[in-house]
């Protein structure tokens, strides 16, 4: 008897193809051995440095091992990161005695190489071969924008790999898969709360399995974003980090704040990917057109629709938000690179069936594989505070903190807008950042936000703060006239080395003497200048602040 197809929806008129046969033993253990190896070659040559605000991550995990809580400073949470499943993985190995930055670089690149791995999977599960599979785990493996920004110190690889891990715990139908990698999704990102509900939307709407299945799965999904932002409002008493508040517009509307950061964001998305890359988007998309449009009906054969639907919205939220935002100031892309595995897949795809069509099964080692290199080559990226090791300590803010450490302040605050660093060699000091990334008052002022933060000098004034540390002396002046207003009397103390390094301090003058004889074991000759004196010097410098 025959029996007719009678599924319904726009996915019934696309021939599947059956499933993919399993790989040999040789091919297993070349998924795993290569994209790993790729990694390690890839991050050798990369060798990128920590980024400042990694160790504003730091910093927390560190005050959290000294039992002061998941906080910045002592006896006030404010959720000034935006990382909390990375920061708590880091104070593992702190409270183990190990050292914090050599354990994060170790834990980002085990992550870039999970997330290397789960992008053949992935693959596999949209129904490409094992060779296609294993030529997009290698390009996202030989890429130095994705490898270098995974471990820069921060959350994108592990981010990156608990995405692909929940697009396959919705093709697997795993209630438990799909709690667990929600709930680290939300943890681990402010994004990762939207996602989240997404895929728990998809997975109700479009999965093809029972009813009660795809309940329980969005039961675990919903469970897990509830219990991260119940977790944030006990402790934090807010529904988002104070970091991400600190970045977004107050008292304006979304179409404003669009219209306003919109060009930034496209700008920064067009710069993030270079010119390769943008062509690779413009092959998924051409390729997306014709396939919605069922120009080639058998194009994407073996690709489970519910997996592809979650792949396609998933890329194209990721890469639309830096554009909502405005972009980022960090190198390497940062807030794309988690997407970037998804954009290979879907143009291998697109490029698969194209050449499949046209009647060239083996053209993808002449046309594909290069395709996908040059679309990730790597970009003249370099970071502000970068060096040969991402582990050397040689750097000045380092040093700084160390001094302001020295000085034994009490509860006198210190302002600083470089506030990874420099606090984290200093965890006995109190901090405030002029950006409000850790002020809440800050962060609520009603103006435009920026990639690092607004501000409010009468607030930071407000906390009179002993010493004043950025890398951007213009951004000195109105705190210096606020501080004076309120008859602060600052000076400025300045060295060839510290200029030299873009370190720019004020201190108030009764406190002048000990942060002199706190520097002078790194930066020699350090002297006691007037505010207008070290100003010009600076300026004559550093014409553009920095």
């Not at 600052?490 to 720019?504: G, M, N």
Request: with cysteine.
């Amino acid at each position: 008897m025959i029996v007719a197809n009678t599924h319904i929806g726009p996915w019934a008129r696309y021939p599947c193809k059956p499933t993919m046969p399993r790989p040999s033993p040789a091919m297993s253990r070349m998924w795993l051995l290569l994209p790993a190896t790729l990694v390690l070659v890839t991050y050798g040559l990369a060798r990128p440095s920590f980024v400042d605000d990694a160790y504003i991550s730091f910093r927390y995990a560190d005050q959290l091992t000294r039992g002061n809580g998941l906080v910045f400073n002592p006896r006030k949470r404010v959720e000034g990161a935006t990382n909390a499943l990375w920061t708590l993985l880091l104070a593992v190995p702190q409270r183990l005695g190990l050292s914090i930055v050599a354990s994060a670089a170790v834990l980002g690149l085990l992550a870039m190489i999970l997330v290397a791995l789960l992008t053949v999977q992935l693959a596999r599960a949209l129904g490409l071969s094992s060779r296609l599979a294993l030529t997009c785990g290698a390009a996202v493996a030989l890429s130095t924008q994705i490898v270098a920004a995974a471990t820069i110190g921060l959350e994108t690889a592990l981010f990156g790999a608990l995405l692909l891990a929940a697009l396959l715990a919705v093709h697997h139908n795993s209630a438990t898969g799909v709690g667990s990698t929600v709930l680290g999704l939300a943890a681990t990102r402010p994004e990762g709360l939207v996602l989240g509900l997404t895929l728990v939307v998809l997975v109700l709407a479009l999965a093809d399995t029972p009813l009660a299945r795809r309940a329980m799965m969005c039961a675990a999904g919903l469970v897990a974003v509830a219990t991260v932002e119940g977790i944030r409002v006990l402790y934090y008493g807010a529904f988002l980090p104070n970091s991400v508040l600190a970045k977004r517009d107050v008292g304006y509307g979304l179409l404003s704040s669009l219209r306003w950061h919109g060009p930034d964001g496209l700008l920064y998305t067009a710069r993030s990917f270079g010119l390769g890359g943008l062509v690779l988007l413009i092959v998924a998309a051409l390729g997306l057109r014709a396939w919605g449009r069922g120009v080639r009906p058998g194009w994407w054969w073996g690709a489970p629709p519910v997996l592809l639907t979650a792949v396609i919205v998933t890329a194209v939220m990721g890469l639309s938000l830096p554009i909502i935002s405005g972009g980022d100031w960090m190198p390497y892309a940062r807030l794309l690179t988690p997407y970037l595995p998804l954009v290979v897949i879907v143009v291998t795809l697109v490029a698969r069936d194209a050449l499949d069509n046209a009647g060239g099964r083996s053209a993808f080692a002449v046309v594909l594989a290069p395709l996908l290199l040059v679309g990730l080559a790597p970009r003249p990226d370099t970071l502000r505070d970068g060096g040969a090791s991402p582990l050397s300590a040689a750097r000045p803010f380092d040093d700084v903190g160390r001094a302001l450490q020295s000085m034994h302040l009490g509860d006198r605050v210190v302002a600083s807008d470089v506030l990874g660093r420099v606090s984290f060699w200093a965890p006995n000091v109190l901090f405030t950042d002029p950006l409000g990334l850790n002020e809440p008052r800050v962060a609520a002022t009603h103006e435009r936000g920026s990639v690092f933060g607004k501000k409010n000098v009468a607030v930071t004034a407000g906390r009179r703060p002993a010493v004043f540390a950025s890398n951007f002396w213009p951004g000195m002046d109105g705190l210096y006239r606020a501080c004076q207003a309120q008859r602060q009397g600052f000076v400025a103390v300045v060295s060839a080395e510290l200029t030299q390094a873009r370190v720019f301090l004020l201190v108030e003058q009764a406190w002048s003497s000990r942060l002199v004889d706190g520097l002078r074991p790194y930066f020699g000759s350090v002297t006691v200048e007037r505010y207008d004196q070290a100003r010009a010097g600076w300026r004559a410098q550093f014409p553009d602040g920095q």
